[in-house]
């Protein structure tokens, strides 16, 4: 209900375009709004315990052409705005969900603080699947199987996990073990999830989840970095067009690009504006149709959207 009326009321949408970006019917965006106001939730303004940008949001959904956009508004610290972007995206997470929903995963802090935020999940029977192997480093709670472990639980659902490293010695290496039954399997079922929820990573930072889990050295980031790379999802690198960084992508054990395009939902999640380049050339490649943002990297990605076809890619 409350998704229904922030893009009825708040956003200024049609009936007709919120049953499209809801995956729902038109009479049941009525009977939502109708109920809505019937039970309380919709009085002068729509109550929530997240700040939106609303209009900004809309601004992005257009531009970029995507399924829907959430604008978190900016808070003072780092820390509260990574927590403020994943319970607004724990909130989509949950609006979206049916009994027995298939939920792809990947690691990092931002699905680590999407899973935190999830309380009283309305469905049953979801199954959670890691889209990635793990990284081999790190808080296992962020960046590895326990991740998924944690998102069923609060869900109360099931769990499934990828056995091996999110990257690999050698391209061969990589074909073997997803040609073993456990890990072809897992990503089979992870390939057919109706939702894929990921953070996006940028090679620009020393902090990037492929070198904190040392994946990639300082001076292979710097050169990967030189030679075009700009970001990273599923632990695959892409460049500035969001083309693969085949070199480097054929080691890592996974799903592919094509399987979050192919997703009904596929949610990205960023909380930084130091993100921006790599979030501008995955909206280039079409890596997901959802974003949730916070506002000044929102802010960042419209005074640079110069190239008006985003939305016709």
Not at 35 to 48: L, P
Not at 106 to 128: L, Q, Y
Not at 227 to 238: C, E, I, N, P
Request: charged share 25%; aromatic share 4%.
């Amino acid at each position: 209900m409350v998704r229904a009326v922030e893009l009825y009321y708040d956003r200024g949408l049609g009936q007709r375009e919120i049953a499209t970006i809801l995956g729902s019917s038109v009479s049941t965006v009525s009977r939502l709004l109708a109920d809505a106001r019937s039970v309380g939730i919709v009085e002068i303004t729509i109550n929530r315990s997240i700040e939106k940008r609303p209009e900004l949001s809309e601004r992005i959904r257009k531009e970029f052409g995507l399924r829907d956009a959430i604008v978190v508004a900016d808070n003072e610290t780092p820390e509260n705005s990574l927590r403020l972007v994943g319970a607004a995206a724990a909130e989509l997470l949950l609006s979206v969900l049916d009994d027995g929903t298939t939920v792809g995963i990947t690691w990092g802090p931002e699905p680590a603080h999407v899973v935190e935020a999830i309380d009283f999940p309305p469905v049953r029977g979801v199954s959670v699947v890691q889209m990635v192997g793990s990284l081999g480093k790190g808080d296992p709670a962020v960046d590895g199987p326990e991740l998924a472990m944690m998102m069923a639980r609060r869900l109360g659902g099931t769990y499934r996990y990828v056995q091996a490293p999110a990257v690999v010695e050698s391209a061969e290496v990589a074909r073997l073990l997803m040609n073993q039954t456990p890990i072809r399997e897992t990503l089979e079922a992870a390939a057919r999830a109706k939702v894929m929820l990921s953070g996006i990573g940028v090679l620009s930072d020393p902090e990037s989840g492929l070198e904190r889990a040392g994946y990639i050295t300082d001076d292979e980031r710097k050169s990967f970095l030189a030679s075009g790379a700009v970001g990273h999802m599923l632990a695959r690198m892409f460049d500035a067009s969001g083309d693969e960084i085949d070199e480097y992508n054929r080691r890592v054990v996974g799903l592919s690009f094509d399987a979050l395009r192919r997703a009904e939902w596929s949610i990205c999640v960023c909380d930084t504006k130091i993100k921006t380049a790599a979030l501008r050339a995955a909206l280039r490649g079409r890596l997901f149709n959802t974003l949730v943002v916070c506002e000044a990297a929102a802010q960042e990605l419209l005074s640079t959207a110069a190239e008006p076809s985003y939305a016709e890619r």
